[in-house]
């Protein structure tokens, strides 16, 4: 025989059940194996014993009530050596009376009705600790846990002592080893968080600021939480995760109709305005390569002014005038939620922002009504759109089958989008479509992967590959296609569609839309030199394709919005109240 | 008569160990060092004269002085020893405790846990039983309990807890901030560093007082001071109310011994005192009520562990009459390492103590655990170790850190393993190593002599044992006056002058230069003292 020797072997015994027996064969085991001369030998004698002796034992408690002879044995010998103790018996029977008397007067100040008077409860708690038979330490455990029960059950009506038991107690020490009584983990538990919630409630911070929303009930107007919801996304994710994560218990002071109500918004990532901030950015870029490309006499010099000017306004304009849409909300909400004024800017920026692309649009060589639908869309449909579409991208917080159910319901659009272009122009559009969105998702793809926007590596590696073939094929028919408007106002709509259909599996919907802006800009950029290189292209096609591309993101966005988002909501706080 | 862990200086540049030096501490603190135990295993300096001691090297000297003693008695050298340690001392502790008894030159065999100690010389004559007792150890400066396990011939340590940070000291100093809330403001009286010497004076008083209630039901403590006289009393309840909070501490470490040995109090046949301090009744009052019994006195709570260190050695020789008998120790305190858990969420949480062998794990034990990397690209993993039982790793002791590179690989890629070997005399070692590589490491904590520690070590033996130190012979002598010189200090009147006749008579004795003429009179000086001051305690 080679290898390790079982337990048995190791004790040299036959498997057995008796736990005298198990002893009798270490002790004598021991003597060879000297834990002096041989460690490791007795090192193997001793993990064998222990586990001999756990085995015994399980089969002892799996025996159930009547325990088996062996155990009895044993815990016989010991009750007769221990019976030496006369004295002690006597002692401890008065100790125990004046313990019991203690507890009893506690229990009848914390189940007496009306408000509790602290000074009278912590005289009886300190009553109990200092009683001489609380200071026994055999019956402690026992005691402890009693006291520990006794406190939790009138809860909250025995928070003000809560606090001293802890403290002279000392169970909030945190031991590595022994798992203190379950009862006396709750106590030290809700001390904590009754130290934390009064922390979060009288406090001025990110976290204070959600619990508060959370401790309220909800607004009744949707539309208004969601406004707040648009505001307050930081704070509320930063609390979901590190607070509430944390310490679940905390649910119990939260309103529980609110969480619903809010966690409809809450439960997923939200857009935020850091992000919006970083499309106009983008936009101008495209914008300067269209310029650039004007520049170099790669288009026509007759309007090259106004083309600039048109892209300049339908592109980035719409986004600022988006942002500054806001502007009152942002400042009532900061004052509001964060007790503070927002910077000026913010307070003024929207006057500015909006002569400004009235002025653009007025001298735009474009018909009023164009302009003027183009300032409606900037001002109301935008922004309405980037708001209204936060909880589109769930991702955290959703099992598998939630996310696949959430897909189904997003990709009837996608569909719908495929199959009339499809019906309505023909093949070569269809794979441009597809060349389009493979063209798109690399280059979004490697930005989210470059500003460190977390994606499922799973996936990555496949879907690289086959966004690569797709783009080749993209190259083919853009080559061959032909430069008809429907169609190119149809690639438009595909470009978005394309940049939608990709699920963020771990992506924020901030750092989505920045990836998905990302995407449509490449597109552009990389259909535009395409154009320009066969020459059949105009410039503004391109400046509208540019913002057609973000318009319909928005409106793609409302629509799906509208279809799915009260349908999936949060479940980070549900689950976390049913843990506790 | 026992040897007090005492270290002074004489005017003249040579040592004093023990008693002498003991007497000394009240008339002069500056040249006397007590109490060094507590800060063994630190860069503490004492400075005595013109030398500095590291804690140490001033057990060095005791040990020495102990030394010196059992070779006179025995009549041949000494070579190794076997020393007791508090068994909640940690691993730097023992390392210095090892390290003082190589500086005085004895090889040490064993450092054995002093409840184990004391049960050893409580359990030794009950072998035959099948028992289980608890040892409950309370000494000048440590406390310590061990419940202990008797069964076919086999001593099992179940559970080793308590508090390095508990004895009498504590309950002298109790008194002492009584008698100083009574008449601190008339002593002007701040800290101990603003006044030693008034310090050393009430130190003494209060043990005295500390030590006559064990036997009077009042005490008195008399401090002059500067022309002044204070005068302080105590009553037995009185104390014990002061006392409260150091004996709710004495809880705790029980409890746990309790709870980690899973043996339940019923099944605990006695309770065992041990250590000078478990001598004050308020002390084996609240080990009455703690336990609801009362405890065994059969031993000699002074000389159990020195009993218990004894019988190891006559163990660990295989001595004829203790064959039968095997000894197996715990270890008292959890180790492990420091580690980070990657949340839910992806943010981490660092910090986290994970336990590689857990408290009361029969040494020796060898435990091991596996760690991968946190994030993509790691190139090395550093383990910290960590002694103690918190969850949050840098609340407890630090004992070293040692730094593993890894391939870079992706996050939780590449495990590496840890293993903790804790030996019989308490001291750790530890393996990682990187299965991948088949690279492994081995942790050296750093000490103050990481760099080489043989030579260092021979060359601070060489420096301690060129210090002079005074001939053993003249020990008792020197005691005797050193006690006269305080006592003479601390009384006035009538009996300063009876002191000095004492004293005069005894220095005249010892200018005879006959030992029998001397010890004569150092018999009847002592014996006035006593009638003075009451019988000395040390």
């Known amino acids: ?32 194996c000297h834990p002096e001369e041989n460690p490791d030998g007795f090192q193997r004698l001793r993990t064998a014993y222990e586990t001999a002796l756990r085995t015994a034992r399980g089969a002892a408690e799996g025996a159930g009530s009547v325990p088996s002879t062996a155990v009895k044995d044993v815990v016989g010998q010991v009750q007769a050596s221990a019976a030496s103790g006369v004295i002690s018996s006597q002692l401890d029977d008065e100790n125990q009376r004046h313990v019991e008397g ?154 529980k109709g609110s969480v619903d109500a809010w966690m409809k918004i809450f439960g997923r990532p939200h857009v935020s305005a850091r992000g919006l901030a970083t499309m106009p950015i983008l936009s101008a870029i495209a914008v300067l390569a269209v310029y650039v ?96 579409a936060h909880p589109i991208f769930v991702a955290e917080g959703l099992g598998f089958y939630q996310k696949l159910k959430l897909a189904l319901m997003e990709n009837p659009v996608v569909l719908l989008w495929t199959g009339m272009i499809g019906w309505g122009v023909g093949l070569p559009a269809s794979i441009a479509t597809a060349g389009a969105f493979g063209a798109s998702a690399i280059a979004g793809r490697s930005m989210a992967k470059r500003w460190k926007f977390d994606s499922a590596p799973r996936t990555r590696r496949w879907s690289l590959v086959a966004l690569s073939l797709l783009t080749m094929a993209a190259f083919y028919a853009l080559w061959r296609s032909s430069d008809s408007p429907v169609e190119f106002a149809l690639s438009t709509g595909l470009v ?84 506790t | 008569m026992l040897t007090p862990s005492a270290v002074s200086i004489d005017d003249d540049g040579q040592l004093l160990v023990g008693m002498a030096a003991r007497e000394r501490q009240v008339t002069h603190p500056a040249l006397t060092a007590t109490a060094f135990k507590r800060y063994m295993g630190t860069n503490r300096m004492t400075r005595l004269g013109a030398r500095e001691f590291l804690p140490e090297e001033l057990s060095a000297l005791v040990l020495a002085s102990l030394k010196a003693d059992a070779e006179h008695y025995l009549g041949e050298p000494v070579k190794s020893a076997i020393i007791t340690v508090p068994a909640y001392f940690n691993d730097k502790q023992r390392k210095a405790t090892r390290r003082a008894g190589e500086l005085a030159g004895l090889a040490v065999d064993r450092l054995i846990n002093e409840p184990t100690a004391a049960a050893l010389a409580y359990g030794i004559h009950r072998r035959q039983d099948e028992t289980k007792f608890l040892v409950f150890d309370l000494g000048g400066g440590t406390f310590d309990v061990s419940i202990l396990e008797i069964f076919e011939g086999v001593i099992e340590v179940r559970a080793s807890t308590g508090d390095t940070y508990l004895g009498g000291e504590d309950f002298n100093e109790v008194l002492i901030q009584d008698f100083l809330r009574q008449h601190g403001t008339t002593l002007s009286f701040t800290s101990r560093e603003q006044a030693p010497l008034l310090y050393e004076v009430l130190r003494d008083q209060a043990e005295r007082a500390r030590r006559q209630l064990t036997v009077e039901a009042v005490a008195k403590m008399v401090v002059s001071w500067k022309d002044q006289h204070f005068e302080y009393s105590v009553t037995v309840d009185q104390f014990e109310t002061l006392c409260q909070r150091l004996l709710a501490r004495l809880r705790d470490p029980v409890i746990r011994a309790l709870r980690d040995s899973k043996v339940d109090l019923d099944q605990v046949k006695e309770i065992v005192l041990v250590g000078g301090a478990t001598r004050m009744p308020v002390v084996r009052r609240a080990v009455t009520r703690m336990f609801g019994r009362f405890p065994a006195t059969s031993l000699n709570p002074d000389e159990a562990v020195a009993l218990g260190a004894a019988i190891q050695a006559g163990l660990k020789a295989r001595d004829a009459a203790l064959k039968e008998v095997v000894l197996t120790d715990v270890c008292p305190y959890t180790l492990g390492v420091d580690s980070g858990e990657r949340r839910p969420d992806g943010s981490f949480r660092l910090d986290v103590f994970t336990p590689i062998i857990e408290r009361n794990t ?141 004293l005069s008579t005894f220095e005249a004795a010892l200018d005879t230069q006959d030992p029998v003429t001397a010890d004569h009179a150092r018999a009847r000086l002592l014996k006035a003292l006593d009638a003075l001051e009451g019988k000395s305690f040390l």
């Open chain 1, 496 to 579: 978005t569609v394309a940049a939608l259909m990709q699920r963020p599996a771990r992506l924020t919907l901030s750092q989505a839309l920045v990836g998905r802006w990302a995407q449509v800009m490449v597109f552009a950029t990389f259909a535009l030199v395409l154009a320009l290189s066969t020459g059949g292209l105009t410039r503004k096609r391109l400046a509208m394709q540019i913002a057609g591309s973000y318009v319909l993101v928005g409106v793609v966005a409302t629509i799906c919005f509208v279809v799915c988002s009260e349908a999936t909501t949060g479940r980070l706080l549900r689950r976390a109240s049913a843990q």
């Open chain 2, 362 to 502: 029969v040494i020796p034990a060898s435990r091991e655990k596996r760690f991968t990397t946190l994030s993509d690209g790691q190139e090395k993993i550093a383990l910290k170790i960590y002694q103690g039982e918190s969850r949050i790793a840098s609340e407890n002791i630090y004992l070293g850190t040692i730094e593993m590179p890894v391939p870079p690989r992706r996050a939780r890629e590449v495990a590496v393993t840890c293993r903790f070997t804790y030996d019989i005399n308490g001291l750790l070692e530890v393996d990682v190593e990187v299965p991948a590589t088949h690279e492994r490491r081995q942790l050296v904590i750093f000490d103050r002599e990481s760099g080489e520690p043989g030579i260092d070590l021979e060359h601070r033996r060489r420096d301690l044992a060129a210090l002079k130190v005074h001939p053993r012979e003249k020990d008792p002598n020197r005691a005797a006056l050193a006690r006269a010189a305080r006592c003479f200090e601390h009384f006035l009147g009538e009996e300063r002058e009876e002191v000095r006749r004492q």
């Open chain 1, 293 to 388: 490309a004007g520049e170099l006499g790669t288009l026509p010099a007759d309007s090259r002014a106004a083309d600039f000017l048109l892209a300049l306004c339908v592109g980035p304009c719409l986004v600022l005038a988006k942002l500054y849409a806001f502007s009152w909300p942002i400042m009532l909400l900061f004052r509001r939620l964060k007790g503070k004024e927002p910077p000026p800017w913010m307070r003024w920026g929207w006057l500015a922002a909006g002569a400004f692309s009235v002025l653009l649009v007025s001298t735009l060589p474009i018909t009023w009504p164009v302009a003027a639908m183009s300032l409606v869309l900037s001002a109301g449909l935008l922004p309405w759109a980037t708001v209204a």
């Open chain 1, 1 to 32: 025989m080679t290898g390790q020797p079982t337990v048995w072997q190791a004790l040299g015994i036959p498997p057995t059940r008796e736990i005298g027996d198990i002893r009798r064969a270490y002790a004598a085991r021991l003597k060879e």
């Open chain 1, 102 to 255: 203690a507890v009893g007067r506690l229990e009848q100040l914390l189940k007496a009705p009306g408000e509790p008077d602290r000074a009278a409860l912590e005289s009886a708690l300190n009553a109990v600790l200092d009683t001489p038979g609380a200071f026994h330490v055999g019956s402690w455990d026992a005691l402890e846990r009693r006291l520990a029960r006794l406190l939790l059950e009138p809860v909250p009506k025995s928070d003000p002592i809560l606090d001293t038991v802890v403290q002279r107690l000392r169970w909030a020490r945190a031991d590595v080893v022994t798992a203190r009584a379950k009862e006396v983990v709750v106590v030290v538990t809700r001390v904590a968080d009754l130290a934390t919630v009064a922390k979060l409630q009288s406090g001025t911070d990110a976290d204070a600021r959600a619990f508060q929303l959370f401790s309220q009930p909800a607004p009744k107007s949707w539309m208004s939480r969601r406004v707040k919801a648009f505001y307050l996304d930081h704070a509320i994710r930063d609390f979901l995760n590190k607070t509430l994560k944390a310490r679940p218990t905390l649910t119990q002071w939260l309103d």
